[in-house]
Each structure stands twice: as structure tokens, then as C-alpha cells.
């Protein structure tokens, strides 16, 4: 029942945060993570479960994970394109290197969560990405997202080494796919204030997987506050549907995080 309380909220900021929107400039200008807008230049984000996000120039975004960078070492860049059709047009392009991290947790005892037995090759992960967003109602923003991920290895990958949690379990497919899909939308905007809703859906699909384990949902709520342009606070939820080699599996998880922002200029 709460979480049912939860998401008619959501719904109900979706519905009618245009109407009581005050600072929906501040919040249009900043925060701008999984849209086609880029951040300012030398504008810096980071959250606690966020990537470190950096803005190079008005076409150009960089960006990475810092907690995961030493044991899976990943840099992406997201590149503003044109406009069309009221629609803001940018793509985003990444490149991950999971090997260091997928060794590490092959160990027997604590820690350990893939048998030691089997050889991790080196293994490239590159994540490509389309994203067009467009205002919706005024100041509501709408994302599309089309994504090609794919993996090139140094040999075979055991497929009894999959790690089978939601979230990771789906993300890391691609390893053993070889090649993978992922389709989506966003909807964010502004609520009452500095607060801001999102809420989104995501399609993961790899047509090489095997039948029953090659689909993924996922759905996330979220309710944004933004205290100023250098702080920010969220929370919500994470609804997933994942085809794990197990069987199939519906999971909910709560999503919390804090975000910094500065300036460098």
C-alpha cells in the first residue's frame, strides 16, 4: 500500500506540477542527467550513486563513475547534435572495461560471488546511445532513448558466471550476448517549488540470448529537490522484471541519492 501511495504521488506531480511550478527555469537549466540537454560549460555533477559529469563545452559532455573506476574502469561522452521537430537531439557513447572487477569476485569465501574455477578473458563493453527530448505542457520534459550496446572479448565467457541480481544482471548480458538493445522514455519536470518528479520505463532485449533469459523491464519513480544549483536530493523507487537463468522475476528496490554540483569557471 505505501508503495501504491508513492506512485499516485508521482502521478499526481506529473499531472499538475505545471500549475504550481515556480523555478521551473532553475530546474530546466540544471540537473539535466538522462535527457538530450547537455550540462553548461564547466558545470561539475556528482552524486553518491551518480556518475561524475562534467561539461567541456556547449557540445560536448564527459563523464564517469568515480567508486567504480578502479576495479571497472569506464569513461562516456555525451555529444549535443542538432534540433528537429522541437525535439533536442544528442547521443551519448561509453566504453567500460569489466574484467578487473568481474576478477575480483571470483574468489571462494567472503567476497566471493563467481566461482574461482573459471577464466575471466579481458573483456570491452561499448554503450551507445540515442536521446531526443523535447517540453511537454510548458516546462515538462520528454526523453526517447534508443541504445546499441555491444562486447568484444579476448575468449570465451562461461555462462555459469553470471551474476544473477537484478539490476546487474541484465546490464551485464551483454558480455555473454555479445550484442544488445535498450529502449526507453523519460517524463520530468517540475512539481511545487524546487521539487521535481521523473519517472521512466527501459526495454533491455539481446537477440542472441537464450529464449526465456534475454529480456528485461525496468521502471523507476522519483521525486527530485533541488536546494539550490550545487545540491540536490532524490528518492523513489526501482520496479524491474528480469529473465534470469532461474526463471523469471519481479523485484522492487528503493533508489536514494545526494548530488553536488559547482562551477568551474
Known amino acids: 500500500m505505501k508503495n501504491i501511495r508513492c506512485f499516485v504521488f508521482v502521478i499526481l506531480f506529473a499531472s499538475f506540477g505545471m500549475l504550481l511550478a ?3 527555469e532553475f530546474n530546466r537549466r540544471h ?10 560549460e564547466k558545470r561539475v555533477e556528482i552524486g553518491a550513486f551518480q ?7 556547449e557540445s560536448l559532455e564527459f563523464s564517469t563513475h568515480p567508486l567504480l573506476f578502479f576495479v571497472m574502469p569506464n569513461f562516456s561522452v ?3 547534435h542538432t534540433h528537429y521537430g522541437g525535439f533536442t537531439i544528442a547521443s551519448r557513447h561509453g566504453v567500460s572495461y569489466p574484467t578487473p572487477l568481474m576478477r575480483l569476485i571470483s574468489r571462494k569465501g567472503s567476497g566471493g560471488i563467481i566461482s574461482p574455477e573459471f577464466d575471466i578473458p579481458h573483456i570491452l563493453s561499448f554503450q551507445n546511445e540515442i ?3 523535447r517540453a511537454l505542457f510548458g516546462d515538462h520534459l520528454f526523453t526517447a532513448k534508443l541504445g546499441f550496446n555491444f562486447a568484444a572479448k579476448s575468449g570465451p565467457l562461461d555462462p555459469r558466471t553470471t551474476i544473477d541480481l537484478p539490476i546487474v544482471y541484465i546490464r551485464s548480458s551483454v558480455y555473454y550476448n555479445d550484442y544488445g538493445f535498450r529502449f526507453g522514455a523519460d517524463l520530468k519536470g517540475p512539481a511545487v517549488g524546487r ?3 521523473l519517472v521512466d520505463a527501459d526495454l533491455f532485449y539481446y537477440p542472441k540470448g537464450a529464449t526465456g533469459t534475454n529480456m528485461a523491464f525496468e521502471h523507476k519513480g522519483m ?6 544549483a550545487g545540491f540536490q536530493v532524490s528518492f ?4 524491474s522484471y528480469g529473465e534470469y537463468p532461474y526463471g523469471t522475476q519481479w523485484h522492487l528496490l528503493p533508489l536514494f541519492d545526494l548530488q553536488w554540483a559547482w562551477s568551474r569557471k
Not at 31 to 40: C, I, K, R, V, Y
Not at 51 to 57: E, T, V
Not at 223 to 228: F, M, R, V
Open 22 to 24: 515556480n523555478d521551473a
Open 31 to 40: 540537473w539535466s542527467l538522462g535527457t538530450a540537454h547537455l550540462l553548461p
Open 51 to 57: 556518475p561524475l559529469r562534467y561539461g567541456y563545452s
Open 78 to 80: 555525451k555529444w549535443a
Open 131 to 133: 536521446l531526443a527530448t
Open 195 to 197: 521539487w521535481q518528479y
Open 223 to 228: 521525486l527530485l529537490w533541488n536546494k539550490s
Open 236 to 239: 523513489g523507487y526501482l520496479l
